[in-house]
């Protein structure tokens, strides 16, 4: 019975697989969020949980406005925003995940919820917004940027000191920091270590950030974590590929990654710059490659415009930032030969590395700093408010076709 259980959980947040790429027209009832960005995304059951730094949302129909702090949830199929769900998150809310029960994962950059602790990490229930007893995590000296929950395992990354630094897996019902996952990032290239992004596959942990190392290993920002056994221990796969220096105010460049559905293959985006190389990119690797410096399978550049965000279906590799071109590797600031428009969001194929023709176009802004994929589609999360040539304002979705 347990072990059913426990694969029942995992199922439910596995990497989503599309057999075709989303529809360009996105659908008409998703809410709007009024001020401010969106920076996380999950689905609970058929409820969407929206965090981010804002303070009012509204229904599709833009008639009734309601106050929000940093956090809302509404139905997926509907749009109908959750009444009963509204805690006050006390500062921005930067990383989401499903729990069992009904309730959510909430990370971030608070002091509290509902006016109490704890700081940086809750579960919350989705019928009233209150917190779960018993969930107690003791995160501290930082913020949570990134969530990933396999089972009875919660990972956490972030720039926090405690329990352990930037990077711990937690007990998913009680908080506990779990004394057999003690792989920690080191010798950051800015001021201090922080994991900027995490992604599960059923026997691997993707991290990338602000580090050279994973437990004195040489990792340049990006690493693998054998997490098949009991004891997590670094994988024995590296890459040189962001040793490389971009432009020096973005002394870590690497933002956005995901799995492919099966695990095989992930893809990382980054920020940096115009020098070029892997500077503002997107990038595909192979996950059981083996070799001291990996190389990326293919390379995809915007041409010096950030990305911030990946999402991978199978079906397609959908990228989002504020770029303005993708298969522009020879731009600088500019469109190079052969660079297509894919202003803010855009697909590429998962073989080739070539943009896909799908160009729904975004209003750029900041970019795009959530994907959720699920059965029904891709939802998207921003700071803008045109998506699909209409009036989306920071939260939609793509259907699948």
């Known amino acids: 019975m347990l072990a059913r259980v426990a694969l029942a959980a995992f199922i439910a947040t596995a990497p989503v697989a599309h057999t075709g790429i989303v529809s360009a027209n996105p659908v008409d009832n998703t809410p709007h969020v009024l001020d401010g960005i969106v920076n996380a995304i999950t689905v609970v059951g058929r409820t969407v949980v929206v965090g981010g730094s804002f303070s009012e949302v509204s229904d599709a129909a833009r008639r ?41 994962y909430v990370g971030g950059d608070f002091w509290g919820v509902n006016h109490r602790t704890p700081r940086a990490l809750a579960r919350l229930s989705l019928s009233d917004g209150s917190s779960v007893s018993g969930f107690t995590p003791n995160v501290g000296g930082g913020m949570v940027t990134t969530l990933a929950r396999q089972g009875s395992r919660l990972y956490v990354g972030g720039d926090f000191i405690t329990p352990r630094t930037a990077l711990a897996r937690l007990n998913a019902t009680t908080g506990a920091a779990d004394p057999s996952f003690a792989v920690t990032p080191g010798r950051s290239p800015a001021s201090q270590v922080k994991v900027h992004a995490l992604a599960l596959s059923r026997d691997r942990l993707l991290v990338d950030g602000s580090f050279t190392t994973l437990d004195g290993k040489s990792r340049p920002q990006l690493g693998l974590i054998d997490v098949s056994g009991r004891t997590a221990k670094v994988a024995p796969w590296r890459s040189d590929t962001y040793a490389a220096k971009c432009a020096d105010e973005f002394p870590s460049y690497v933002r956005g990654l995901d799995f492919a559905p099966d695990g095989r293959y992930f893809v990382v985006v980054t920020t940096g710059g115009t020098k070029g190389g892997i500077c503002d990119t997107a990038a595909r690797f192979e996950t059981y490659a083996k070799g001291s410096n990996v190389k990326p399978t293919w390379v995809n550049a915007t041409g010096g415009d950030s990305l911030y965000s990946v999402a991978v279906t199978g079906a397609a590799v959908y990228v989002g930032g504020h770029q303005r071109w993708l298969d522009n590797p020879k731009g600088r600031d500019s469109a190079g030969p052969g660079a297509v428009p894919r202003p803010g969001i855009g697909a590429i194929h998962p073989s080739t590395g070539k943009a896909l023709s799908w160009n729904p176009t975004r209003e750029r802004g900041i970019g795009v700093k959530a994907f959720y994929t699920h059965s029904r589609g891709l939802l998207v999360g921003s700071d803008t408010t045109r998506l699909g040539r209409e009036y989306h304002a920071r939260i939609g979705m793509f259907p699948r076709t």
Do not use: C, M
């Not at 509404?74 to 009963?84: E, K, N, P, S």
């Open 64 to 104: 009734t406005v309601q106050a929000r702090s940093n956090l809302f949830a509404y139905d997926l199929v509907t749009g109908r925003i959750l009444t009963g769900f509204a805690p006050d998150v006390g500062g921005p809310v930067h990383a989401l995940a499903p729990g069992d029960g009904g309730t959510v």
